[in-house]
């Protein structure tokens, strides 16, 4: 009895000094101090919050963005023309970046859902020949293994002690050898694009005495004529018409001008208009020409499909180039006027008649208003 009145009697001394409110607060309070003194009990309650985590990477973020634009503009007063080859290979970095990326994408897109190269919309196709070297048309996905063999050529050379100034030497003196596209100018832009364009310019006289030499071939007297007209009218600086181009389909499809009918010096010559290396025997000449043609012709399908008036003005002039116009010379209008012959011609083409688009390279853009530089 006497024991069971000293238990209340303590329990309610205890009850009345501490409440559960104050309980708590008093073991916030011990939690703190162990967190201020770092008692090795609370290791534990060291581990920050993911919100303190992010703040400190945004924090980071901000320092490292405020000390690039100081270093940017150290750069831009003191050295305004290095700040300058800078800003162009810092951005090149980043297209040639983001570029490898989306053709990825694209790729990884195809092999899921089981897509051929010709079923794709006219923006992934055109990417794809542009950027990634691969698939079923690997001549044609050309430009990122010849960038990628510039890269592999610099690095090799640079190999050897301090040969790296060398090789910062070069790119400066040849920077259309040893650059790929995103780490130009401009300027450079358009000049090595006027260069090249010069290059397949050389060729157009050779494509066109080929075509006069097989005029006796052509069995047909019709088809004789209209191909000695269109031959003179080209050569008298003249710009031919669609149908006129279109009138001669047939010769294009069979003997004498058929994709397999094509002898060696024609398909040098064509290669040569196109951009694409003549030195390789007649088997594998005629294949690529035969490649690269059909993936235009399906560009071309995509893009009727798409529409003209859907393309940016830059898509519009790579469009142009691609087909063997100097689009860099030619207002956008005009691009767009002859893009747009050009695609009546092509869609109007059957697979047999492949040939004549290979030809229409030279046929359609020789004497193309403002191209006759």
């Known amino acids: 009895m006497a024991l069971s009145r000293v238990c209340w ?3 309610a001394l205890w009850g009345s000094a501490v409440t559960p409110g104050l309980y708590v607060t008093r073991k916030l309070q011990l939690v703190r101090s162990g967190l201020a003194w770092g008692a090795p009990g609370s290791s534990k309650l060291h ?67 089981n897509i051929k190269f010709h079923q794709l919309s006219y923006r992934e196709m055109e990417h794809l020949r542009q950027v990634w070297a691969g698939g079923r048309y690997p ?25 790296n ?27 090595f694009l006027d260069i090249y364009h010069a290059l397949r310019k050389q060729s157009h006289p050779e494509i066109l005495c080929c075509l006069e030499r097989v005029i006796p071939l052509i069995s047909d007297a019709g088809l004789r004529w209209h191909m000695a007209e269109l031959c003179t009218k080209i050569q008298h600086g003249t710009h031919p018409a669609v149908h ?40 594998l000449l005629r294949h690529r020409l035969k490649t690269h043609t059909t993936v235009i012709h399906h560009l071309d399908k995509a893009l009727a499909k798409l529409g003209i008036g859907q393309l940016t003005a830059q ?6 180039y ?21 695609l ?9 008649e492949l040939s004549l688009l290979l030809h229409n390279v030279v046929l359609l853009s020789t004497n193309y208003i403002g191209t006759r530089r």
């Open 47 to 113: 581990l920050s919050p993911k919100t303190d985590v992010k703040n400190l990477i945004s924090y980071v973020v901000t320092k490292t963005k405020v000390i690039n634009g100081k270093y940017h503009r150290f750069l831009g007063r003191h050295f305004p023309r290095f700040y300058v080859l800078y800003t162009i290979f810092m951005k090149g970095l980043q297209m040639l970046w983001a570029d490898a990326k989306k053709a990825r994408r694209i790729k990884t897109n195809m092999w899921k859902h």
């Open 322 to 342: 691609l087909r063997g116009l100097n689009s860099t010379h030619v207002a956008e209008d005009r691009c767009r006027t002859w893009l747009g012959e050009w």
């Open 139 to 163: 001549e044609v996905h050309g430009e990122f293994r010849r960038d990628v063999t510039k890269c592999l050529f610099l690095g090799i050379i640079s190999i050897p002690p301090f040969a």
């Open 315 to 320: 898509e519009v002039k790579s469009a142009c």
């Open 244 to 283: 006129d181009i279109l009138a001669l389909r047939n010769c294009f499809s069979n003997y004498p001008l058929g994709m397999n009918q094509l002898h060696a010096l024609q398909m040098k010559a064509l290669s040569r208009a196109m951009l694409l290396t003549p030195y390789l025997p007649p088997l």
């Open 165 to 191: 100034y060398l090789v910062f030497l070069l790119m400066y003196l040849f920077p259309r050898q040893l650059l790929i596209r995103h780490f130009w100018t401009p300027k450079q832009q358009i000049d």
């Open 9 to 11: 009697a303590r329990a």
């Open 344 to 352: 009546q011609i092509s869609c109007s083409l059957k697979e047999a």
